[in-house]
């Protein structure tokens, strides 16, 4: 049916939004051509403004795990909305996702909500600043944790694929405080403990990092980050907007054993709506206006739209064999990548995590941003584009995961693979 609709409103779309979208990953630059513009989504399916259909593998970029418009969701938020939209006064929902929340991540004793990933690690950073009273902070070349200036340094994602790693207007003297190590290199973490002159707050690190395509931490990292924060008295913050709920329902943190001092999360505990959410220990979390001296607010904080999606997605999540199915469709769509590609003689590493995985088109393991950087993206582009040809829907960049959720069905994963088939051929 062609996507001449899309074309049209992307003509418009570019003249009000820079660059015609509201997230610059969404804009295809790293993959060419026009984006699609989506009119409707439902189950594993999402439909463009021309009527095409696709096998949605962005899910909103994570949180649609359940497929789009789960029909419980649906129906929760309409009768929410019945009753009014935002207060800006608490209600009861907030308290009730909270109790979902701390029992998911037992690390964490209270939460504060917010309505974004980027406004959880923000207020993250700003809290460890405020506890520590130190300004350094360590992240990941090639992990991105949203768009706050201090965390805007090497970031991956939109950030990576659009090569703009470190952005114009983060002031350098804020910049400064921002570390850059090597993800699975303990040693250059110590380096920066061992010479930051004014002292480090905190390490930030995805829980399984998806943001310069899926990287997995080796035996021992992340182990070794918590023991290396408490040799220092630098708190161990651990994002988990992207891993949270994606490799089983409680995040990285239950995969790797590991207590972290402070945890983020957002997408999947919105349920598609704007939730965010940051939390940890109580002397740290009681550091927090009004309780503490540490200012963060939000007008739609806790929204009661989005804390009404943010449970009944957990509550669907919780049910049996969720995640069996879930690594079950994953394992089944990576499998078949691999041995298409290896029968096409096109080197691929597939790294996986839970419910999410990147084919990364190089020769070599992928551990680090240094390996990612090295991956052969006009490749990927060939491939992203003859794969949607064949109406498959893939993250249009080298640098980001790919997403399964509940919705997609043995139909799917069969269709998936018959289109890797015809992509691969001659790639
Ligand atoms: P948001 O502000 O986009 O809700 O969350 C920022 C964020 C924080 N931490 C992690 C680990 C994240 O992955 C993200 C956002 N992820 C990207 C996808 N790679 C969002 C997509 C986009 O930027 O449009």
Redesign the pocket.
């Known amino acids: 049916m062609g996507t001449k609709k899309s074309a049209q409103i992307m003509k418009k779309a570019q003249k009000l939004i820079p660059g015609g979208v509201n997230?610059p990953?969404?804009a295809f630059k790293a993959v060419g051509g026009n984006p699609l513009f989506i009119s409707k989504a439902r189950g594993s399916k999402i439909f463009d403004a021309d009527g095409n259909s696709y096998i949605d593998y962005i899910g909103s970029?994570g949180p649609a795990i359940l497929g789009h418009a789960h029909p419980k969701v649906i129906s929760a938020i309409k009768k929410a909305a019945d009753k009014g939209t935002s207060f800006g006064a608490p209600t009861e929902l907030e308290v009730i996702l909270a109790e979902h929340t701390l029992k998911a991540f037992p690390s964490m004793e209270m939460v504060r909500f917010v309505s974004?990933?980027?406004e959880a690690?923000m207020s993250a950073l700003r809290l460890a600043r405020g506890y520590t009273k130190r300004d350094g902070i360590i992240k990941f070349e090639g992990c991105?944790?949203?768009h706050s200036d201090s965390l805007l340094v090497k970031a991956g994602?939109?950030a990576a694929t659009l090569g703009v790693p470190d952005s114009p207007g983060v002031p350098a003297d804020l910049a400064k405080h921002t570390y850059n190590a090597t993800f699975n290199d303990l040693d250059s973490v110590k380096a920066i403990f061992e010479s930051a002159p004014e002292g480090i707050a905190c390490v930030i690190m995805?829980g399984a990092p998806?943001?310069m395509g899926v990287v997995l931490p080796k035996d021992g990292f992340v182990q070794g980050l918590k023991e290396m924060c408490e040799k220092y008295g630098a708190l161990l913050i651990m994002?988990e907007?992207?891993s949270g709920f994606r490799l089983c329902y409680g995040g990285a943190q239950k995969i790797y054993n590991v207590d972290p001092d402070l945890t983020?999360l957002?997408?999947v505990i919105g349920g598609g709506l704007p939730v965010?959410g940051f939390g940890g220990k109580r002397k740290i979390m009681e550091m927090l206006a009004p309780s503490g001296p540490v200012y963060q607010a939000g007008t739609l904080s806790g929204n009661p739209l989005a804390m009404t999606a943010g449970i009944e997605t957990l509550k669907l999540l919780q049910k049996k064999g969720t995640y069996e199915k879930l690594f079950k469709s994953t394992n089944k769509l990576c499998e078949g990548i691999k041995a298409i590609a290896a029968r096409r003689g096109v080197p691929v590493q597939v790294a996986v995590a839970g419910s999410m995985f990147t084919v990364f088109f190089n020769e070599r393991p992928v551990a680090s941003w240094l390996d990612a950087k090295t991956s052969d993206t006009a490749r990927f582009g060939k491939y992203f584009s003859r794969m949607l040809k064949n109406g498959i829907y893939l993250p249009p960049s080298q640098f980001?995961a790919v997403f399964v959720g509940m919705a997609h069905t043995n139909e799917d994963i069969e269709k998936t693979l018959e289109a890797a088939e015809k992509s691969f051929k001659g790639l």
Do not use: A
């Open positions: 997230s990953v969404r970029w974004s990933g980027t690690t991105y944790h949203g994602s939109g995805e998806g943001n994002d907007v992207m983020c957002g997408k965010g980001e």
